[in-house]
């Protein structure tokens, strides 16, 4: 099976450490060694040996709550607190992992000879060979390499900074800031200070976080003596002047140059942070640029299939559409979606026919428009699928529950989110979401989920059981919100 882009730093041990924590968690119970020979195919000896470095980064992590019985006799038990559900300890481990420690290193200037770095991290010379090895390999597939003498990174410096972003992201989850260098609370007094503009989208507190990320790489890259150049003259909206005006006024890097601020402008379309992305996409339609002319090529190709949903759906599934056409124009190699996460197991299980048709599209879209930015097919197709998956709308029906779901997934995903989670319960509960992205009166809400469990939710949902949920929907995860919904059931009676 293909590893997820980001999952490729990490080593099969990691990966299968973090399987069978999850699910020793999953069992709550002893689990014999032959039971996990046979679950994850593994010799004894394996299962053995990644228990034990389970044991190890559970004694390294030392949080209370969290312990591992191995016993020769009955097997491996796994004892976290009831609230926990791993992803602080999972970053824990994969910050370990010995790919992702010499990602970091190159990143923050750390690597200066092999020989150095191996003493540092006690490592073979030949292991870090071999290590730098893989990771020029895997960098490699998006055009960025790593200098043989000073080890800095080269290539697009846009191609650098958007790998870091999803790379950084996807390993911390906004959980963990992962930046030594720079401090947290000066990027947040930023963010907040963007957020209050009014051409600025209402930014959950995940959407925050990751702009926090964006700035604080921004600011490392920099510092460090590598800057963004375009080779084309570009145009831009009035919300280019007013995001350069405010991040100046906000002190953030006196020395941002024009480059420097159309890529932040960039990105914040590409991200949706602008509050009126309508009129971004409507800009470049009428000057004819790149995203805009894909977006009306391709829409016009499948407004057929959008027919039956509203006008207010339709702008939200326009603007998805824009934004991804701005990332597919200005980023190249890239398969995952804004946080590093990987849909081809998912695409052959369920939309392999559907994929095949997009495929299609989008050699006939490049062939008749000569955009560079439809040869993203491997960025472009699932995202096509996300918005086509959205259209299907199923009403439910019971007692009426007040639920909102919050995530750094794309806003087509949570709402399919939103659709299994009440096609699921609609025959039991009567669940009503609030509406996806907007403000919404906090004590309202009975449950609130996430995909992210951020601290700051705990204070803003004070009425609410948050509940935090894995972006495939487990067992697990529908028993969780089943239990919060009787909760909220006997409360209300």
């Not at 997820?4 to 709550?28: C, G, P, R, V």
């Amino acid at each position: 099976m293909e590893k997820q882009e980001h999952f490729q730093f990490i080593s099969d041990d990691t990966l299968l450490e973090i399987k069978i924590a999850m699910y020793l968690d999953k069992q709550s119970r002893y689990v014999s060694t032959e039971e996990l020979s046979e679950e994850f195919n593994l010799s004894s000896f394996s299962a053995r040996k990644i228990s034990r470095n389970l044991e190890q980064h559970i004694e390294e992590y030392n949080t209370e709550g969290y312990s591992i019985d191995i016993s020769t006799s009955y097997g491996t038990k796994l004892n976290v607190p009831i609230e926990s559900d791993l992803k602080l300890f999972f970053i824990f481990i994969m910050e370990h992992s010995p790919n992702i420690q010499l990602v970091k290193s190159i990143f923050q200037g750390e690597f200066k000879t092999v020989t150095q770095y191996a003493l540092d991290h006690h490592l073979s010379e030949a292991t870090v060979r071999r290590n730098l090895n893989s990771v020029r390999k895997l960098l490699g597939n998006l055009k960025i390499g790593i200098s043989n003498k000073n080890f800095n990174l080269t290539g697009s410096e846009k191609q650098i900074r958007y790998f870091f972003l999803l790379f950084f992201w996807r390993i911390n989850r906004g959980l963990v800031w992962p930046f030594k260098t720079v401090s947290e609370q000066s990027m947040k007094l930023i963010v907040e200070g963007l957020s209050e503009k009014e051409y600025v989208a209402h930014l959950s507190p995940i959407e925050k976080k990751r702009l926090m990320f964006l700035l604080a790489i921004t600011k490392i890259r920099i510092n460090s003596n590598n800057h963004v150049e375009y080779d084309e003259i570009f145009l831009y909206s009035e919300n280019y002047e007013k995001l350069k005006s405010d991040l100046v006024s906000l002190n953030y890097l006196s020395n941002l140059s024009r480059d420097e601020f159309y890529f932040m402008y960039q990105l914040f379309k590409g991200f949706a942070w602008f509050n009126n992305l309508s009129g971004e996409l409507e800009f470049e339609e009428e000057h004819l640029l790149p995203a805009g002319v894909a977006n009306v090529y391709t829409f016009n190709k499948i407004k057929h299939v959008l027919s039956n949903i509203s006008v207010e759906q339709t702008k939200v599934e326009k603007e998805f559409l824009y934004s991804i056409h701005v990332l597919a124009h200005e980023f190249h190699n890239f398969s995952t979606d804004i946080n590093g996460y990987d849909y081809t197991r998912l695409m052959n299980l369920h939309a392999f026919n559907l994929e095949q048709k997009i495929i299609k599209f989008i050699q006939t879209a490049k062939q008749q428009t000569h955009l560079s930015l439809y040869e993203e097919q491997k960025f472009l197709v699932p995202h096509y699928i996300m918005l086509l998956a959205n259209v299907s709308k199923n009403l439910s029906f019971e007692k009426e529950i007040m639920v909102y779901l919050e995530t750094a997934l794309p806003k087509a995903i949570e709402n399919f989110l939103v659709e299994q989670i009440k096609n699921y319960f609609r025959s039991r509960y009567n669940i009503k979401f609030f509406k996806l992205g907007e403000k919404i009166d906090e004590e309202r809400v009975d449950v609130f989920l996430t995909t992210i469990p951020l601290d700051e939710y705990n204070e803003i949902y004070k009425n609410a059981q948050i509940i935090a949920i894995n972006r495939e929907l487990h067992f697990a995860d529908y028993a969780k919100i089943e239990e919060a919904l009787l909760n909220c059931l006997k409360k209300k009676q």
